[in-house]
T-cell receptor, first 111, second 112 residues
């Protein structure tokens, strides 16, 4: 079964707005990762946050992790049309190294 | 740059054929993965390998097998292709111990 579940399934915003996507997971983790996928292509790693971290930044990306609630959020600030893609969270549940993904959030940024 | 290369971008096979999907990585990564991606279902893990000749089943291994004879190459085998295996297949690799994975460009397989 899939470990992570992203919310919402789809999100449509205007350029310049912020986009927030959430991920919930089921079991203990070592870290949580976010990936991006442009239509029909492979995934690209965005950011990794370790279980002992609460917040991490990378450029216009901000990720938070709440291990007590088993949830994470990805914030993209000042979005651009080029941010249009699907975003996935991924974890390695239960100490294994199997990387398990959620179903993704499809983000559309309108010019 | 890390490169993960999948042998085909598009593939059309007939029901009952034995199908091989090949994946090669050039960064000496220990871990390699095979996923399938279907609309509304996200990425589902088929098999995972953490070393040569070592493999673990993922969430949906039925109808698939894998082979890892060399560290850089991880093959996904559909023993007898069926139409419900029509999907996008993604290969990935990563170093050991909880680090980022690198993906190939995907193989869109159609079984007719």
């Amino acid at each position: 079964s899939q470990q992570g579940e992203e919310d919402p399934q789809a999100l449509s915003i205007q350029e310049g707005e912020n986009a927030t996507m959430n991920c919930s997971y089921k079991t203990s983790i070592n870290n949580l990762q976010w990936y991006r996928q442009n239509s029909g292509r492979g995934l690209v790693h965005l950011i990794l946050i370790r279980s002992n971290e609460r917040e991490k930044h990378s450029g216009r990306l901000r990720v938070t992790l709440d291990t007590s609630k088993k949830s994470s959020s990805l914030l993209i600030t000042a979005s651009r049309a080029a941010d249009t893609a699907s975003y996935f969270c991924a974890t390695e549940p239960g100490g294994s190294e199997k990387l398990v993904f959620g179903k993704g959030t499809k983000l559309t940024v309108n010019p | 740059d890390v490169k993960v290369t999948q042998s085909s971008r598009y593939l059309v096979k007939r029901t009952g054929e034995k199908v091989f999907l090949e994946c090669v990585q050039d960064m000496d990564h220990e871990n390699m993965f095979w996923y399938r991606q279907d609309p509304g279902l996200g990425l589902r893990l088929i098999y995972f390998s953490y070393d040569v000749k070592m493999k673990e089943k993922g969430d949906i291994p039925e109808g698939y097998s894998v082979s890892r004879e060399k560290k850089e190459r991880f093959s996904l085998i559909l023993e007898s292709a069926s139409t419900n295996q029509t999907s996008m297949y993604l290969c990935a690799s990563s170093p050991r111990y909880y680090t980022e994975a690198f993906f190939g460009q995907g193989t869109r397989l159609t079984v007719v």
